[in-house]
Nanobody
Framework: QVQLVESGGGLVQAGGSLRLSCAAS????????MGWFRQAPGKEREFVAQ????????YYADSVKGRFTISRDNAKNTVYLQMNSLKPEDTAVYYC?????????????????WGQGTQVTVSS
């Protein structure tokens, strides 16, 4: 069982940066691949980025590639999402999620554990 708590969201101007954090409870955090997703009002939840259990492999949605960076610190049971060059279309509630297994997985249904989300708003 893993419990996830996101933080770091807020209001930022276009072109600015934010770093989201996701703190996990449980001693098995390092065995899970982690993902970030987002959901804008009236839209489906969409994949943003994922990182393997070891941190050696990452994968990004095309819409954030080159602007966002996912990382993890297994000693601190925390995964991060550094977001640079933010755009108004990045506005959404951002969720972190955990799953077992390997490979690039973008479907939300494949993730077993979810946080409550943190709001990111980018003004133009």
């Amino acid at each position: 069982q893993v419990q996830l708590v996101e933080s770091g969201g807020g209001l930022v101007q276009a072109g600015g940066s934010l770093r989201l954090s996701c703190a996990a409870s449980g001693r098995t955090f390092s065995s899970y691949a982690m993902g970030w997703f987002r959901q804008a009002p009236g839209k489906e939840r969409e994949f943003v980025a994922q990182i393997s259990w070891s941190g050696s492999s990452t994968y990004y949605a095309d819409s954030v590639k080159g602007r966002f960076t996912i990382s993890r610190d297994n000693a601190k049971n925390t995964v991060y999402l550094q977001m640079n060059s933010l755009k108004p279309e990045d506005t959404a509630v951002y969720y972190c999620a955990a799953r077992g297994g390997v490979g690039h997985v973008v479907a939300p249904a494949r993730y077993n554990y979810w946080g409550q989300g943190t709001q990111v708003t980018v003004s133009s």
